[in-house]
């Protein structure tokens, strides 16, 4: 089975300062690989996604980016983090088999301040 | 995308059904009905999936309508420990995208 590791679980970083979330995978090649946000009391807005090594697919135009630099890596980033960045932040896997579900790590809560 | 309506939430008693409901009138033909559900500062937790045919797994019962509009997740009795949001998704495998809706938060009254 798929399982997601997403790390640190909390983190709390000024406004104007990088960030760098990443996530692997474990337990599957090749799959597609997600990235949301969750502002609190909210629901998930899709932020990316990737079908493979090198291919991001942004939804929403923001202060952020992504970058999958191997098959089981995917990386959350930020120049300069904003006010508006704050929230839990969560990594989600898909195998390739069609019609695979989700498989979501456990989060990482980022505080801007 | 593949938008969905859910309740904002319900209530129900424990070791009763509940059925959550939710309208999905512009999922394509080919996107699969997913269903997640998600605990305070966790990650969402997969809860079933299908096409057409109602599917059973031990975690739930999902019933699709004719129409593919609409599904009920169906929780046979619920416990206390099934209280959370449950999110529908019209999945779209095709353009890789998994939209989330609102979701609905399932109180459990014990």
């Known amino acids: 089975s798929q399982t997601i590791h997403q790390w640190p679980a909390t983190l709390v970083q000024p406004v104007g300062s990088p960030l760098s979330l990443e996530c692997t995978v474990e337990?599957?090649?090749?799959?597609?690989l997600y990235w949301y946000r969750q502002a609190a009391g909210r629901g998930l807005q899709l932020l990316f996604y990737?079908?493979?090594?090198?291919?991001i697919s942004s939804e929403v135009p923001q202060n952020l980016s992504a970058s999958r630099p191997q098959d089981r890596q995917f990386i959350l980033s930020s120049k300069k983090l904003l006010l508006s960045d704050s929230g839990f932040y969560l990594c989600?896997?898909?195998?390739?088999?069609?019609?695979?579900?989700?498989?979501f790590g456990n989060g990482t809560r980022l505080t801007v301040t | 995308d593949a938008k969905t309506t859910q309740p904002n939430s319900m209530e129900s008693n424990e070791e009763e059904p509940v059925h959550l409901p939710c309208n999905h009138s512009?999922?394509?033909?080919?996107?699969?009905i997913h269903w997640y559900r998600q605990l305070p500062s966790q990650g969402p937790e997969y809860v079933i999936h299908?096409?057409?045919s109602n599917v059973n797994n031990r975690m739930a019962s999902l019933a699709i309508a004719e129409d593919r509009k609409s599904s009920t997740l169906i929780l046979h009795r619920a416990t206390l420990r099934d209280a959370a949001v449950y999110y529908c998704?019209?999945?779209?495998?095709?353009?890789?995208?998994?939209?989330f809706g609102t979701g609905t938060s399932l109180t459990v009254i014990p």
């Open positions: 998704i019209g999945g779209s495998n095709t353009g890789n995208q998994f939209y």
């Open positions: 337990g599957t090649s090749n799959p597609n």
């Open positions: 990737s079908v493979g090594i090198g291919q």
């Open positions: 512009t999922i394509s033909g080919t996107d699969y």
């Open positions: 989600a896997g898909q195998g390739i088999t069609y019609n695979s579900p989700l498989h």
């Open positions: 299908g096409l057409t």
